[in-house]
């Protein structure tokens, strides 16, 4: 079992930054890499990045540019800085952990609680 934990999530103006951390614990043999994912009002949930646990990247074209995700292994937390924000980011955002194989992400049952950006224009 994988525990995740997301925080930093809040009410920002169009065009600051926040950055998001998730928090794993359990057993995390099973999967090598952390997705985030966010999920608008009647959207469906969209990945935006993730990361392998070799620090590998990928993003979806919208967040290139804006979002960096990172890791940090010795706290077992990946962040996602998020600058230049726009109302249309607006969203619950999740974290998950899956697997990577190449630049593709496997999503995984394990999910956190999520938590709410939301960015007034």
């Known amino acids: 079992q994988v525990q995740l934990v997301e925080s930093g999530g809040g009410l920002v103006q169009a065009g600051g930054s926040l950055r998001l951390s998730c928090v794993a614990s359990?057993?995390?043999?099973?999967?090598?890499?952390i997705g985030w994912y966010r999920q608008a009002p009647g959207k469906e949930r969209e990945l935006v990045a993730s990361i392998s646990n070799w620090g590998d990247t990928a993003y979806r074209d919208s967040a290139k540019g804006r979002f960096t995700i990172s890791r940090d292994n010795a706290k077992n937390t990946v962040y996602l800085q998020m600058n230049s924000l726009k109302p249309e980011d607006t969203a619950i955002y999740y974290c998950?952990?899956?697997?990577?194989?190449?630049?593709?992400?496997?999503?995984?049952?394990?999910w956190g609680q999520g938590t709410q950006v939301t960015v007034s224009s």
């Open positions: 359990g057993s995390t043999s099973s999967v090598n890499a």
């Open positions: 998950n952990a899956g697997r990577r194989s190449g630049t593709l992400y496997a999503s995984s049952k394990y």
